[in-house]
């Protein structure tokens, strides 16, 4: 017989669980720890903030040599190719240079005068790809996987658990959450929708039996300065926080997807309905006033 189990964790800035059935807690405990183990292997080994980071790497050649990467790293630089396009630029890995701009955690707004000597450091179009071969070609350039890294370390962390033989749970990445199947008695797991305004509160909720739910919202990291939010989703083109959305949740096969869509609706601000209507994706959305706006299949 399956009983539950739940494991938490800290990973990646935010506060992680891992939840499963399984026969006794020993089983589980492996299991869990297989999809942890995988989770920070991602982010040491992609992390902005550790200086032996294959990001920390690549961003010290920036301006200089090629640096050779991986097959991983160039499935993640394929995948951020892709979101770019998708996106029509406004999703770019080379962006995370606004950061030096903007500190959340002082609520200071940067000036343009900032954000100027920023933006020539923004441009994915100019990375050069070669098969193994990557370079950033202006110096002070940076890449950045934080717009896709969680999710990619969900559904890892997804297939670690499978492959460590759990049939029925989930992980959750702050949020980000990769299903590997229903409940053990076949019902879907309910995965709330927070109320971006109200952290207690809840606005929705969608079953999960497999993949993934993720949001982007305007409420994950921000702070209010005369009466305006500013968010940590910065448009690389103004250098300055969306202001549309409140938030964008989106159901996908693997998380990687449903993220990306979620991140790039919230820089298409009034015309992501469009675009994710095309995906034929499950959807919902928070307008600037609290209204909700879905997929034809939720509405």
Known sequence: ????????????????????????????????????????????????????????????????APVTVDAETQALLGYADALWRESGGRFDATSGVLRRAWDFRLGIVPDEAALDALRPLIGWQDVMRDGASLRLPRPGMELD???????????????????????????????DIRAIGPQPDGAPWSIA??????????????????????????????????????????????????????????????????????????????????LLDRTGLPWLAIGPDGALQASPGQR
């Open 1 to 64: 017989m399956l009983r539950p189990f739940g494991f938490g964790f800290d990973a990646m800035a935010s506060r992680c669980e891992v939840r499963l059935a399984a026969p006794d807690e020993a089983r589980a405990r492996a299991w869990a720890q297989a999809a942890i183990d995988e989770v920070r292997r991602i982010e040491a080994k992609y992390s902005r903030y550790r200086e032996d980071s294959v990001v920390a790497a690549i961003n010290r050649a920036a301006g200089a």
């Open 145 to 175: 996987f934080g717009g896709f890294g969680k999710e990619y370390a969900a559904d890892r962390a997804a297939e670690a658990l499978r492959t460590a033989g759990a049939r029925h749970g989930f992980v959750d990445l702050g949020g």
């Open 193 to 274: 929708i927070q109320d971006p305004r109200d952290a207690a509160g809840t606005v929705a909720a969608f079953e999960l039996s497999d993949g993934a739910v993720c949001t982007s919202g305007d409420y994950e990291r921000f702070f209010e300065r005369d009466g305006v939010r500013h968010c940590h989703v910065l448009d690389p083109r103004s250098g300055r926080s969306v202001r549309h959305w409140r938030s964008v949740t989106v159901v996908a096969p693997v998380a990687v997807a449903a993220g990306g869509y979620t991140t790039i609706a919230m820089l298409l601000e009034a015309d992501a309905p469009a």
